[in-house]
């Protein structure tokens, strides 16, 4: 979510920060949810109603959150935000009416502890729910990260990549109540990579020596730019001819530059290529295989 808030820990509570904007309706999406989230935060300030991370909800609003779902893995690069669907679990007490225009909800998750996060992305528009009974729904929303943002407070830093924690908010508009959990779960942001493979010469005659060579590399959301992932382990894999298997033939180690270069024996037509398992920063990666002919 693009919202304009920054959280910080302020005399032991959870202070919520937001860049003044115009009211809006909370069933609309994009900028106008945006606002009216900023705005609903930056009512719990410490000269207010300062919130204290805890994993029980927060807030004034009689509203918990359970059985929050988001992908393993959400994988930003340097240029096309980056979008997951969580859904979860609302209940709600008998004076909330999930369906009035006036209520909105949505996923949120944050890097560092909740007390105080170093960042948080939310979704560009509300969730959606659906009642199951007079005081519960299932609601489904998304967060979108930007790495080309300009909020200084949504800015994505290299370092962090890793894992992050999931929260939902809900916000009654005319009551101007709100309500805040934290922990509900976690996911991987990571730092996009790139895998590539050549192997050459092409053709080659059985029994000769192929040089592989590529490169594994990863964003950079502080430039915009892919940079080599330096002193990685890479798997050379082959695939023969008519096989859908790879099999890995050795392991090697990206450089300095996060280039790969070994050699093989070629011994049948078949896909060279490069694969790459993956950390908690960076998502696992293979180059396309590249076929060699042998003569």
């Known amino acids: 979510m693009h919202l304009r808030a920054t959280v910080a820990a302020v005399s032991g509570a959870l202070a919520l920060s937001a860049l003044a904007l115009p009211a809006a309706h909370a069933a609309d999406g994009g900028p106008s949810y945006r606002a009216d989230v900023a705005e609903a935060l930056a009512r719990h300030t410490p000269g207010r109603t300062a919130l204290t991370a805890t994993a029980a909800p927060i ?21 096309t935000k980056a979008s997951t669907v969580v859904t979860y679990k609302l209940t ?22 909740a007390e105080n996060p170093e960042n ?37 830093y290299n370092s962090q990549a890793g894992t992050w924690h999931g929260a939902a908010i809900a916000l009654d508009f005319d009551s101007e109540k709100t309500a805040l959990q934290f922990g509900l779960g976690s996911t991987l942001v990571q730092r996009n990579s790139q895998l590539t493979a050549d192997a050459a010469p092409e053709p080659v005659r059985k029994g000769k020596t192929l040089t592989v060579t590529g490169k594994l590399s ?38 300095s530059t996060g280039g790969l270069r070994t050699t093989a024996r070629a011994t049948a037509d078949g896909y060279y290529r490069f694969s790459f398992a ?9 180059a396309a295989g590249d076929f060699v002919d042998v003569k």
């Open 92 to 113: 709600h007490g008998a004076d909330v009416d999930v369906t009035d225009p006036m209520f909105a909800t949505g996923p949120l998750i944050y890097r560092g502890p």
């Open 120 to 156: 948080m992305q939310g979704g560009d528009k509300p969730a959606t729910c659906v009642e199951t009974s007079a005081t519960t729904a299932t609601c489904k929303g998304p967060v979108d990260i930007n790495p080309r943002t300009t909020e200084r407070d949504l800015k994505l």
């Open 218 to 255: 990863r964003a950079n959301w502080e430039d915009h730019k892919y940079h080599g992932y330096t002193g990685q382990s890479v798997k050379l894999q082959f695939r023969k001819k008519g096989s859908s298997t790879y099999t890995t033939l050795k392991t090697v180690r990206t450089n």
């Open 278 to 286: 993956g950390t908690t920063t960076t998502p696992a990666v293979s």
């Open 59 to 79: 807030g004034d609003l009689d509203v918990s959150f359970s059985g929050f779902r988001i992908s393993k893995a959400i994988k930003v690069g340097t240029a």
